[in-house]
């Protein structure tokens, strides 16, 4: 995949090279500074872009403007957003203009590289990456409701269903078989009150929506 | 006929309450010739430098003496008399220096040679107006129904005592503006103390959760990092094993760093300044809640703080287009370059007082709607958090240690804390931090 990465710490850019190359990956160009992530972008129109979130000038959240930004410029492009910290309204911005191609992780997650080659992969292919973090702050904040009837099991599943997971890595996961996951899912959709929604982005979304509704 | 006994009796009522403050001030003036030996000995040894060290403490008991007859005097009147007096610290010379200098203690002698006067003279005057007064107004008021005419005469005697006294012991605009400033000054002492030590506390916190947490996590991964180099040749199995286990440190240890920095000084804030950061509580706390602010800087709208992952969720709006790479460029979400924001230790304080106030609202209250008002004064951040819970709450209760930690942090900028909490809700905790904008 052609890869454009946007990170100001060179140690942690030559790192991400590193790792990407490593796994095949071909880094096209990378930016340094906030102003530079967009016409980059243009310029090259990468299959999936890196970026983070705290960059020069201002080191604020520039990463994660231009990663809106470039959503808008170009539509669909797969976006990877990575952050020293995660922000559930960070996340919900990004979620904003559709799940599709988007990702939003801890830094601490690229180093499981074989998870964080598997989380960008599922962004470059239009699918949803979601820092497990985010999903827990979601889950846990809370309190009334359908959720308390899940068993854990069906929490398990919910949680990695909200990472953006498909069906064969949640059974992976949780040393499943696939219909048992299946089976899992359609409880926690009945319970939940959702409709039922096939593998994949808007399962996501839908899963989003029901824990961010109050 | 019984109203003409009332007024008999109201007039000698008000004759009595008069007397009874004459008598205190006769009273006053009886303590003051014991006391006028006292100051004479003072006053003399002190010229022989010998009675020095009771200089300070003879002009206190002045003070207190003072101090009595000031309180009944705004009791009689109904207005208050302040006092102003320099603070008596230092050294013994200094002590010394400051009291003889001091123009309330001097106050205080103008008045003590007078009142030992006046405070005995118009009590002695009241004597035989009682006499006269039960006669004639007997007569004039008990029989021939008139208003009584001489009993009054007591309480102008009193009101005598206490215009004199209110004259000779009001300190003067210039005394009373130095009083204040060196209540102000004792003031920011205690609460620039109270900062220095909270702070102390807070280094001492943040270098202990370095100390146990992160660093000796980096320590422990370091050391596996070690072994699985001297296992590598001849136990793979052993090498993955601590690699493995060198990688969870590693995690757990950025994990511990990002709770750290979140106590130091919350990301967010630095991002999208204190507005965005409240919103983002807001949003996160699983209440209903509505924000509010006045002239600070932030988006205006929505005011609903939760929504939807899509629609109404500040990304839902997608902003103005512009420069994606300038701080507070585009998003709708964006501080405008130059607002004035307040100083980072009041942001933070802000930023956790808010933060608390809702935890516990979610956790305590029952409620599932709170409101944030934030609001920039000429000189200060005031912000109100309510929520329409149960109420109850107190700073010794549940929540009890979060709102003691809220008003010392509070306190150590130099703010109040203000909560009202009656049973059955609301509860609301205004806070104001004094801020330079």
Known sequence: MRVVIAEDNALLREGMVLLLSSAGHEVVAVAATGPEVLPTLLE??????????????????????????????????????????????????????????????????????????????????????????????????????????????????????????????????????????????????????????????????????????? | MTDDLDEMERAVGRAGRASAQLLTAAGLAVVSYFFLALLVFTACTALLVIGAGMVPETALLLHRLTGYKRRKVAAWTGEPLPEAYAQLTGTLPERVRTAVKDPGTRQDLRWYALHCVYGMLLPCLALPVWFTGLVVDGVWCGALRRR????????????????????????????????????????????????????????????????????????????????????????????????????????????????????????????????????ALAAGSGLDVRVDVVGLDGEPAPADGTGPAEGTGPAGNPGSPGDPGSPGGTASAAVPVGAPRAPAAVEAAAYFVVAEALTNAAKHSGADRASVRLERTADRLRLTVRDEGRGGADDSGRGGSGLLGMRRRVAALDGTVDMTSPVGGPTVIEVELPCVW
């Open chain 1, 44 to 214: 090259h129109r990468p299959d999936v872009a890196v970026l983070d979130v705290r960059m020069p000038p201002g080191f604020r959240d520039e990463g994660l403007r231009a990663a809106l930004a470039a959503r808008r410029e170009i539509p669909a492009l797969p976006v990877l957003v990575l952050s020293q910290y995660v922000e559930e309204t960070y996340a919900a911005e990004l979620l904003g203009g559709g799940a599709s191609g988007v990702g939003y992780l801890l830094k601490d997650r690229v180093g499981r590289v074989d998870e964080f080659l598997d989380a960008l992969d599922r962004v470059a292919s239009g699918g949803t990456a979601l820092d497990p973090e985010v999903v827990t702050e979601l889950l846990t904040r809370r309190r009334d409701d359908p959720l308390e009837s899940l068993t854990p099991r069906e929490r398990e599943v919910l949680h990695l269903m909200a990472e953006g997971q498909d069906n064969a890595t949640i059974a992976k996961t949780l040393v499943v078989s696939d219909r048992a996951v299946s089976k899992h899912i359609g409880n926690v959709f009945a319970k939940l009150g959702l409709p039922p929604s096939d593998s994949g982005h808007r399962r996501v979304l839908a899963v989003l929506a029901y824990l961010k509704k109050d």
């Open chain 2, 148 to 279: 009584a005419v001489v009993l009054p005469l007591i309480e102008r005697l009193a009101d005598l005592d206490a215009a004199w006294s209110r004259a000779l012991l009001m300190p003067s605009p210039e005394a009373r503006r130095t009083a204040e400033l060196a209540e102000r000054v004792e003031e920011l002492t205690v609460t620039r103390a109270g900062a220095v030590a909270a702070h102390g506390a807070e280094l001492r916190r943040i270098e202990r959760d370095l100390h146990d947490g992160a660093q000796a996590r980096l320590v422990a991964l370091s050391m596996r990092v070690g072994l699985a180099k001297r296992a590598y040749e001849n136990n793979p199995d052993m090498t993955r094993k601590l690699l493995d286990d060198a990688q969870d440190q590693a995690e757990e240890a950025l994990t511990e760093l990002r709770h750290v920095v979140r106590g130091i000084h919350p990301p967010i804030l630095t991002d999208r300044g204190l507005v965005g950061a409240v919103r």
